[in-house]
């Protein structure tokens, strides 16, 4: 009786299994730009929703299908700020998805939160503003001078909206230890390459560019154009990587830029 009753209960749940398989196939089956119902998400348990997420978020996707999906998965919860962290995680490009307007209802406060929405994603100006500004909120013990270098790496692409002010402000040692991370960095505005550069020539970052190793060039990465052409030019030749003229291009055309060597506080 215990192995029929056992068989089953296993029979089911490979069925139930099976069939939660299928919705979320069907979904991903249909096109980039079909619809999901919230109904299709909502027969998912939670585990299979997280999963499937995964598999949905793991590609860009077009904004109108993104910000379906984000409905299907606000209408779960009934409220933006009722989403589970896991959710978040779990769909990926998806979150291009976020109209601007819903980041008032979602918390940011922690750096696993920050770090979700730190990675490049799509997101459009309006939306990336809207990131920033509900981190600044949820953040509010943090300034950029107490951004430490792990702040910074979980950051990521919302340092390239922020002030160039801002970004002047950080402890160019916390800046040294996050270059790699800030270095890879895309579509961040000019004046925050800038402000970037400011820091790398700061004596507790790198330092003067004539000083710089082939290793400090490759680890600064796009942050080489916000210096102005004499310093640019200054960095000795053998240890610039291969660049086209185009790439030796660089965003600040003002000549001058102070090579800091006082103690940062």
Not at 64 to 72: D, V
Not at 146 to 154: G, I, V
């Amino acid at each position: 009786m215990f192995w029929r009753w056992f068989t089953l209960v296993s029979v089911v749940s490979v069925v139930v299994v099976g069939c939660l398989g299928a919705n979320c196939g069907k979904l991903l089956n249909e096109g980039d730009s079909a619809p999901i119902a919230e109904w299709e998400l909502q027969n998912l348990g939670l585990v299979e929703l997280n999963e499937c997420l995964s598999l949905i978020g793991s590609k860009p996707l077009d904004q109108e299908r993104a910000q379906n999906i984000w409905n299907a998965v606000k209408s779960i919860y009934k409220v933006a700020n009722t989403v589970p962290r896991a959710s978040f995680k779990n769909m990926g490009y998806a979150l291009v998805g976020i109209p601007p307007e819903d980041f008032d209802n979602i918390t940011i406060g922690d750096i696993e939160m920050v770090e979700v929405f730190g990675q490049y994603r799509g997101f459009n100006p309006d939306q990336m503003f809207a990131i920033l500004s509900r981190v600044q909120i949820d953040w509010a013990e943090k300034i950029p001078e107490t951004y430490s270098q792990y702040d910074l790496e979980a950051l990521r692409q919302i340092l390239c909206v922020m002030n160039q002010s801002e970004i002047e402000r950080i402890h160019p040692d916390a800046y040294k230890g996050a270059a790699q991370v800030i270095g890879s960095l895309q579509d961040c505005t000019a004046e925050v390459i800038q402000g970037f550069a400011k820091l790398a020539v700061h004596t507790r970052a790198f330092g003067p560019p004539n000083t710089w190793s082939k290793l400090d060039v490759a680890t600064m990465g796009i942050i080489l154009s916000g210096l102005p052409p004499n310093l640019y030019k200054s960095i000795p030749s053998e240890n610039l990587l291969k660049k086209t003229d185009k790439d030796k291009e660089t965003l600040n055309q003002n000549d001058e830029m102070e090579i800091k060597t006082e103690t940062a506080t």
